[in-house]
């Protein structure tokens, strides 16, 4: 069979895959899972036209990581086919951890685990199934591996994680603040004292690149709406573990019945195997098919919630730079009551409050910073090299508050 295959990718044209190895990496259950997993949550109920998928987000790291070995090479880096096969492998495997719909949903139905936790699982098992052939990725993928270089290309505050993220998720909502000249910051890239660095001549398009992540943030991520719809399925989620838990019966795809009625955390997670098995039976459409299925569920609360969030009749969100107002809160709470008419602790899944918050760039973040390579050898955090008199700004966290309440009240 014929591996050395070509994927058109409306981004960036066409992409090969690599390897034979890479190939069978992508061809696995594991792997393919990622097709049915939103790259944005319930971003298309804002932008209709976000519904791209990890699947797609993964195969474009992997193309970006390919540029970038490229590049490296030719100003004098020695990185080996091995090397190079394994920087591939785990930026491609980056996120295949990820949940249901991503992001909207990833304390909801394991708590205490981040998806990273997840994916380093999932990998271990997939280097035990191919004999040991992902040791070294695995090594790259946490840091453990000689060059360091390698895991910032993977992970950093200039990776081609968010690299591929920010053009690929402005493409899809149709947001061009998220634009970034990724191709002009891949061929500035370099290696200085085994740490990546941008060559001086490509400042600028680090500073685009940084208020492109700020700008989507707010505009896309953080979207008002973006929130209410995916608080209103955490919501939704928790309502019906809480049936599931007193007995309640529910429709549900095995796998998500499994995380309904088990209260799994992360010790039991990482201990017992039908958990991650479960887990990577998982997708956005167990959760939508219940979600619609739900909506006649004789429980008042869940059929509200899950008809709410089917006919995208969410709940309104305010956002503000300061807590909302202790007596105005009650006065919207006795009132969902009423109109709802449902009791008192049947309200918070109605009406609640919520922080986001917002930090383009931390300089604190040691080996993850962003060093300019000067033209004296000298290396530079951004944030000082640029002259762009915000910058410095991007560096502090910007924290909002948020509160949801039915539209009727």
């Not at 739900?294 to 059929?303: F, G, I, K």
């Not at 008419?341 to 899944?349: G, L, R």
Request: aromatic fraction near 8%.
């Amino acid at each position: 069979m014929n591996k050395k295959k070509i994927i058109n990718d409306p981004v960036y044209g066409f992409i090969n895959i690599p390897s034979e190895l890479v190939f069978d990496l992508i061809s696995h259950p594991f792997f393919q899972r990622l097709r049915y997993i939103k790259q944005l949550g319930m971003t298309h109920l804002v932008y209709p036209g976000a519904l791209h998928t990890r699947f797609h987000h993964a195969l474009g790291a992997m193309h970006l990581m390919s540029l970038a070995i490229e590049v490296l090479r030719s100003k004098g880096q020695e990185i080996s086919r091995t090397e190079e096969e394994a920087a591939t492998i785990a930026i491609l495997l980056h996120d295949i951890g990820h949940g249901p719909f991503s992001h909207a949903l990833e304390h909801s139905l394991v708590k205490g685990i981040h998806h990273e936790d997840i994916s380093m699982l999932m990998m271990e098992k997939l280097n035990h199934e191919f004999q040991g052939r992902l040791s070294t990725a695995i090594e790259v993928f946490t840091g453990k591996y000689p060059k360091k270089f390698l895991q910032q290309l993977i992970s950093s505050q200039l990776d081609l994680d968010r690299m591929d993220y920010l053009n690929r998720d402005s493409f899809f909502t149709g947001v061009s603040e998220g634009v970034i000249s990724f191709d002009r910051i891949i061929k500035m890239f370099n290696v200085a004292d085994d740490h990546l660095v941008i060559e001086e001549k490509g400042i600028y398009s680090i500073e685009k690149f940084l208020v492109a992540r700020r700008l989507m943030y707010w505009q896309v991520y953080l979207h008002k709406t973006v929130i209410a719809g995916e608080q209103l399925l955490v919501k939704i989620l928790k309502r019906a573990k809480d049936l599931a838990e007193k007995g309640e019966e529910l429709f549900a795809t095995p796998a998500l019945q499994h995380f309904l009625k088990n209260d799994v955390k992360k010790t039991g997670f990482l201990e017992e195997d039908i958990h991650l098995l479960q887990f990577s039976r998982l997708d956005d459409q167990d959760i939508f098919a219940s979600v619609k299925v739900w909506r006649d569920h004789p429980d008042r609360v869940l059929s509200l919630l899950c008809t709410m969030l089917v006919n995208r009749t969410l709940l309104k969100t305010e956002i503000s730079n300061s807590s909302p107002d202790v007596n105005r809160m009650q006065i919207i709470k006795d009132n969902t009551e009423i109109s709802l008419n449902i009791n008192q602790d049947e309200v918070s899944y109605f009406v609640f409050t919520d922080v986001i918050s917002n930090r383009a760039y931390n300089t604190g973040e040691g080996n993850s910073t962003i060093n300019i390579l000067m033209k004296n050898n000298e290396t530079i955090d951004i944030a000082k090299a640029s002259d762009l008199s915000n910058l410095e700004s991007l560096d502090k966290t910007v924290t909002k508050h948020i509160l949801c309440y039915p539209r009727i009240i």
